[in-house]
Nanobody, 123 residues
Framework: QVQLVESGGGLVQAGGSLRLSCAASGRTFSSYAMGWFRQAPGKEREFVSSIDWSGRSTYYADSVKGRFTISRDNAKNTVYLQMNSLRPEDTAVYYC????????????????WGQGTQVTVSS
C-alpha cells in the first residue's frame, strides 16, 4: 500500500514557475514508477510525466516537454515536478500516482493516487 500527498500548488502568473512535491508513505517507494497527471475543469484527466524507480528514465507529454521536469529522491520518498514557463492552459488539479512498472508512454493505469493540488496560472 502506498499513500501519496501532493503539495506545492498555488497561483502564479504566466511565465512563472512552481515545484510540486509528492510525498509517499511506505518503505517500498523506491520500487515504484511515479507519474504526474492533471485535470482541468470540464476536461478529462491527462498524463503529464512519469519516471522510473531509479530516476534514470522519464517521459513527458508533448504539451509540457521542455518546460516541466520530473525527478525523485528515493531517500526522501518524494517525487517532484518542476514547472517552468507556465501558461494559463496549465491550470488544473495536479495528481501524482504510483505503479509497479514504468512504461514509456502516457498510460493512466496506475495503482495508487494522491488527492491532488491546485495549480492556477493567471494571464
Amino acid at each position: 500500500q502506498v499513500q501519496l500527498v501532493e503539495s506545492g500548488g498555488g497561483l502564479v502568473q504566466a511565465g512563472g514557475s512552481l515545484r510540486l512535491s509528492c510525498a509517499a508513505s511506505g518503505r517500498t517507494f523506491s520500487s515504484y514508477a511515479m507519474g504526474w497527471f492533471r485535470q482541468a475543469p470540464g476536461k478529462e484527466r491527462e498524463f503529464v510525466s512519469s519516471i522510473d524507480w531509479s530516476g534514470r528514465s522519464t517521459y513527458y507529454a508533448d504539451s509540457v516537454k521542455g518546460r516541466f521536469t520530473i525527478s525523485r529522491d528515493n531517500a526522501k520518498n518524494t517525487v517532484y515536478l518542476q514547472m517552468n514557463s507556465l501558461r494559463p492552459e496549465d491550470t488544473a488539479v495536479y495528481y501524482c500516482a504510483a505503479r509497479r512498472t514504468w512504461i514509456r508512454g502516457p498510460t493512466q493505469d496506475y495503482d495508487y493516487w494522491g488527492q491532488g493540488t491546485q495549480v492556477t496560472v493567471s494571464s
